[in-house]
């Protein structure tokens, strides 16, 4: 079994609902096992993020796929908070040719969202990762990949209303994301 986990921060639903959309084709993968892993602002004590139970969830996965709002031109502060609490693995090497890719969601059609998905490149390299980037092209009539994102999937929450973004488009992209590194994490794994 191949396990791919989602690791994702949402402040108020709609990076949340993104990671649904990631998870959906992603658990549909035969072989593959998918999980949600929502970051809990809770588990930030002193500004340090403590949650064994979540790293030993991501010490056991083949793939990890990052998510988190864009704010300030970044990913959210509690994102961040996990990624230092990620140090011990990174001494120690845990997370060594684990598949990673990443999504984020923020309210401009840019809104510096790539610095996001640069941030979790980053993260992953330090890691010693492997990145997968998504390659869907934006020139299709079902809006996938129509903020034209290679480095990770991005979607837009400032379009629709609050209830409904992010939008059919964005969530199908988000899908094919979730499939695309659950068969190539099947694939690596073999
Ligand atoms: C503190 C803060 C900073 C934000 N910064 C940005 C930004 O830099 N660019 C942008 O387009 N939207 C920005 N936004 C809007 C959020 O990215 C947007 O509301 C997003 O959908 C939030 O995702 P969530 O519902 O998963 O928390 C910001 C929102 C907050 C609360």
């Known amino acids: 079994m191949t396990t791919v986990s989602i690791l994702y921060f949402s402040g108020t639903g709609h990076t949340a609902k993104?990671?649904?959309?990631?998870?959906?084709?992603?658990?549909?993968?035969?072989?593959?096992?998918?999980?949600?892993?929502?970051?809990?602002g809770d588990d930030i004590l002193k500004g340090r993020y403590q949650n064994e139970a979540v790293l030993a969830k991501l010490d056991a996965?083949?793939?990890?796929?990052?998510?988190?709002?864009?704010?300030?031109g970044g990913p959210a502060a509690q994102f961040?908070?996990?990624?230092?609490?990620?140090?011990?693995?990174?001494y120690g090497g845990a997370w060594r040719d684990k598949?990673?890719?990443?999504?984020?969601?923020?309210?401009?059609?840019?809104?510096?969202?790539?610095?996001?998905l640069h941030y979790f490149f980053?993260?992953?390299?330090q890691h010693g990762m492997l990145w997968a980037g998504f390659p869907e092209t934006p020139m299709n009539d079902k809006g996938i990949n129509r903020l034209s994102?290679?480095?990770?999937?991005?979607?837009?929450?400032g379009q629709e209303p609050a209830?409904?973004?992010p939008n059919a488009a964005d969530k199908l992209t988000g899908e094919l994301l979730g499939q695309r590194v659950a068969v190539a994490a099947a694939r690596w794994k073999r």
């Open 18 to 40: 993104l990671a649904e959309a990631v998870h959906k084709r992603a658990a549909a993968v035969p072989g593959v096992q998918a999980e949600l892993i929502p970051l809990s």
């Open 61 to 72: 996965s083949d793939a990890i796929i990052f998510g988190s709002p864009t704010y300030m």
């Open 80 to 90: 961040k908070a996990f990624a230092d609490a990620t140090g011990g693995r990174w």
């Open 99 to 116: 598949l990673a890719a990443g999504f984020t969601v923020s309210s401009g059609p840019s809104g510096d969202k790539l610095s996001t």
């Open 122 to 125: 980053t993260l992953a390299m």
């Open 149 to 157: 994102s290679y480095s990770g999937v991005m979607a837009q929450a």
């Open 163 to 165: 209830d409904v973004a």
